[in-house]
C-alpha cells in the first residue's frame, strides 16, 4: 500500500543535487512538494578520496565544487529554501520545510571528511 500523504525526504549531496536541481521546477510546477536535504562541503568527496587513495594528495583534480546556496535555488524556482549552519538549527529547517507545503531544499554546510569504510 502506498502512503500518499507521507513526506518525501532524499538526502543527497552537493555534487549529486547538482545533476537535479531542474527537478525542483518540475515539482513546483506541479505542486509536488518534498524535502531535499543537501550536504554542501564544496567537493565531489567520493571522487576526491579515490584520487587520494589511488594517486596522493597531490594528484587530485576536477574535485572542488563552489559552497553554492542550493536553499537560495529553490526560493528562484518558487519554492522553500533553508540554510543550516549547525547540526543543533537542522530539526527546525525540516520542520519549516514540511510545513511550508512546497518542494524545499534544506542546504545544510558539512565538513568534507572521507565517507565511512566498512573495517574488514
Known amino acids: 500500500m502506498v502512503e500518499r500523504h507521507a513526506p518525501v525526504v532524499a538526502v543527497l549531496g552537493d555534487g549529486t543535487f547538482g545533476f537535479h536541481m531542474s527537478e525542483i521546477e518540475t515539482a513546483v510546477r506541479l505542486g509536488l512538494p518534498y524535502v531535499a536535504v543537501v550536504g ?5 568527496n567520493a571522487e576526491y578520496n579515490l584520487q587520494v587513495r589511488d ?6 583534480y ?3 565544487l563552489n559552497p553554492t546556496r542550493y536553499d537560495l535555488v529553490a526560493t528562484a524556482l518558487g519554492g522553500h529554501g533553508e540554510l543550516v549552519n ?3 538549527d537542522l530539526p527546525r529547517a525540516i520542520e519549516r520545510s514540511l510545513a511550508s507545503g512546497k518542494v524545499a531544499v534544506i542546504n545544510v554546510m558539512i565538513e568534507s571528511i572521507p565517507s565511512p569504510a ?3
Do not use: F, K, L, V
Open 40 to 44: 554542501t562541503d564544496a567537493r565531489w
Open 55 to 60: 594517486y596522493g594528495p597531490n594528484r587530485t
Open 62 to 64: 576536477g574535485c572542488e
Open 86 to 88: 549547525s547540526a543543533d
Open 118 to 120: 566498512i573495517r574488514r
